[in-house]
Structures are given as C-alpha cells and as structure tokens.
C-alpha cells in the first residue's frame, strides 16, 4: 500500500515563505513523477510543480520565479519552497506521485491527503 505523507503547511503573511514536503512510503518499485497540485475553495485542482526522476521539472504559470521544486529519489521525497507568498496561493497542497508500486504494476497516480496553506494579507 502506498502512502504519500504532507507536512509543512500553516498560515503565513504575504510576502512570506513555506516550505512542503512529501514523503512516498509504502511498496514502492520506482516513481516516475512527483510533485504538487493545490485547490481553492471553488476553484478546479491546479498544477504548482513536478519534478521527474531525472530532474526535470515543470511549474504552473503562476508560481514561476517563486517557488522551488525539490527532489530526493534516494528518500522517495519531494519538497516545495514556496517565497513571496500572495493572499491567492492560499490552496490545499496534493503531494502527487506517479509510480509503480511493483515491478509487475503499471504505474499510477496517488496523492496525499493535503495540507493547508493560507496566506494572510
């Protein structure tokens, strides 16, 4: 069984920094893709970052130049640094992975049960 494991969110002035992480656990054979998606109260599940396992990484438009994506392949953990927080990145945080829990599994996505981030202004 697969668990993605959050931590890191709280409440924060504008301006401010947070940072997340996610841990993958469980049986694990290989992960492909990890990364963070966020939801709005309303608002449709949005991309913030991933990061494959060579590294490359991919960001929504809206957090380019403010965020980091961060990746440990050796502790199956993902992380996010988020700087110059704005009132609108106020969201639940999804750890997402794509990965193959057995050698025998295709791969698939999982989440996290997310974390909340609010930005006060």
């Known amino acids: 069984q697969v668990q993605l494991m959050e931590s890191g969110g709280g409440l924060v002035q504008a301006g401010g920094s947070l940072r997340l992480s996610c841990a993958a656990s469980?049986?694990?054979?290989?992960?492909?893709?990890m990364g963070w998606y966020r939801q709005a109260p309303g608002e449709q599940r949005e991309l913030v970052a991933t990061?494959?396992?060579?590294?490359?990484?991919n960001y929504g438009d809206s957090v380019k130049g403010r965020f980091i994506i961060s990746r440990d392949n050796a502790k199956s953990t993902v992380s996010l640094q988020m700087n110059s927080l704005k009132p609108e990145d106020a969201a639940v945080y999804y750890c997402?992975?794509?990965?193959?829990?057995?050698?025998?599994?295709?791969?698939?996505?999982?989440w996290g049960r997310g974390t909340q981030v609010t930005v006060s202004s």
């Open positions: 997402f992975a794509n990965l193959r829990p057995r050698i025998t599994n295709p791969s698939s996505d999982f």
């Open positions: 469980g049986s694990i054979f290989s992960i492909n893709v």
């Open positions: 990061i494959t396992s060579g590294g490359r990484m």
